[in-house]
């Protein structure tokens, strides 16, 4: 009786064999979770459905509340954001830097951006040749220094 179970522990114990692996049919699976899915969906709308049906007046009211508190929070902090950039001078290309949640953080925000902005103090190169006794301006000679000058502003040439 020893022996046997020597002999047993000598010889390893046979593997079962698996079968070769079967190619999935990733299309057909497709399929079926796709169908699945349309039932689930169908199944969802009518669990809402449902929902709503249940739901009181009152609920339905206080839903629609609660919504209209929310657009009307959130049109109030537009508005006092609007009244910063108002009020620090802030051009259209700069508003979406200013940013923050109460009306002093806004201020704040306001106030940097507002440092940001170059100011040009260098005088506009702008030619004026109004004649005060005829209100129009002149003809400009093609050779002349008026015209030079309008064409490098218009190019944007210092």
Known sequence: MSDAPAAEAATPPAEPVQPPAQET?????????EARAKENSGAASKLA?????????????????????????????????LQVIVDHGIPKEFQDLVHGDTKEALEASAAKVKSLIPTTTEPQNQAT??????????????????IESALKKALGIS
Not at 25 to 33: C, H, T
Not at 56 to 81: C, G, H, I, W
Not at 129 to 146: K, R
């Open 25 to 33: 049919d990733w299309k057909a699976e497709a399929r079926k979770w």
């Open 49 to 81: 459905e449902i929902e709503e049906a249940s739901k009181t007046e009152a609920q339905k009211l206080a839903e629609r509340a609660s919504a209209a508190e929310q657009t009307a929070s959130l049109k109030d902090q537009a508005l006092v954001k």
């Open 129 to 146: 040749f109004v004649i005060p006794s005829e209100g129009g301006s002149p003809s400009l000679a093609l050779n002349g220094d008026g």
